[in-house]
């Protein structure tokens, strides 16, 4: 039963990505509208998540405010699921007008000198296509780690279709071994580190959005063991289907920063860049949902 489940899935989801593999552009924003309207007032997908994150992170917003907000969150989600399909069958000179990385030459120096650099980005805007315009205008080798789906014929569509330009597609198990096979050559690792963390022993605490707030260890542990230097990608959507990436440098030494410094400074800077546009991030996580109190041993940061 479970195969011919996952079999149906599949392919409605062909059916799905060939009918926007075929929309123009406009086409498609009309039927993320409807997507949008239909998430939020029909099937009210994580409605409550949503409300429960904006009133956290907004407490001193009225009411209509936070529903304007809403919205917006919801057609944020819409653009990129359907941006996201439209992305497997873009050109390269489409990923590079609509994905437009102001600043590749950044990462030159590094490149030159054979070293590695982590790239830090946040569920902000389509960080989908990050992995796409990466592989196509910067000299860096991408190597994007990500959750593989539990339909396994999907996922294997996905990754076939992310690789395509030449980036590396890496499961999130096998970071550590990833990390040491590409150790000699200069590889770019793309990481979105803003979800809650799966082990919370293991998590670095601090003030995110107001709320006390478990981090990912993983960017500081592996920019601290290899070194890396970190730059944080900051996606800014400057129309429907058109965003421009620039990179800032977070840290070139990370070894020099005293423990959970390089936390904090891409959390603060995920926290600004969800001020300048609230309705960018992806309101859906149930980012406050383990608690200090579940841990036996207080973490002090």
């Given at each position: 039963m479970r195969l011919v489940a996952s079999a149906i899935y599949f392919a409605l989801f062909m059916v799905l990505l060939l009918l926007v593999a075929i929309m123009?552009?406009?086409?498609?924003?009309?039927?993320?509208?409807?997507?949008?309207?239909?998430?939020?007032?029909?099937m009210r997908y994580?409605?409550?998540?949503?409300?429960?994150?904006?009133?956290c992170a907004f407490p001193n917003s009225n009411t209509t405010t936070l529903r304007q907000m809403?919205?917006?969150?919801?057609?944020?989600?819409?653009d990129i699921a359907v941006e996201t399909l439209k992305g497997f069958t873009m050109t390269n000179r489409s990923i590079q007008r609509r994905h437009r990385v102001l600043n590749p030459e950044m990462l030159d120096r590094f490149f030159e000198q054979g070293q590695s650099v982590i790239g830090l980005t946040a569920h902000l805007n389509n960080w989908e296509w990050g992995a796409m315009s990466a592989a196509t205008q910067l000299r860096h080798t991408p190597i994007a780690f990500y959750t593989p789906l539990s339909n396994r014929l999907i996922d294997r569509v996905i990754k076939r279709h992310r690789s395509l330009r030449g980036t590396v597609i890496e499961p999130t198990t096998n970071t550590h071994s990833t990390f040491e096979r590409n150790k000699n050559r200069p590889c770019i690792y793309l990481l979105v580190a803003d979800q809650s963390p799966s082990n919370l022993e293991r998590a670095i605490w601090l003030n995110f959005l107001g709320q006390d707030t478990p981090c990912i260890h993983g960017p500081e542990k592996y920019a601290t063991l290899y070194n890396y230097p970190v730059v944080y990608i900051d996606i800014v959507r400057k129309r429907r289907g058109f965003y421009e990436i620039e990179l800032q440098e977070l840290c070139e030494q990370p070894k020099a920063l005293a423990p959970h410094e390089l936390t904090h400074l891409y959390m603060n800077r995920v926290e600004q860049a969800i001020h300048q546009s609230p309705s960018s991030w992806l309101w859906t996580h149930r980012r406050w949902k383990r608690r200090r109190e579940e841990l036996q041993t207080t973490t002090i940061c």
């Open positions: 123009p552009w406009w086409l498609l924003y009309r039927f993320s509208d409807l997507a949008a309207f239909v998430l939020r007032r029909v994580r409605l409550d998540v949503i409300r429960s994150n904006l009133r809403e919205a917006e969150a919801y057609r944020n989600l819409a």
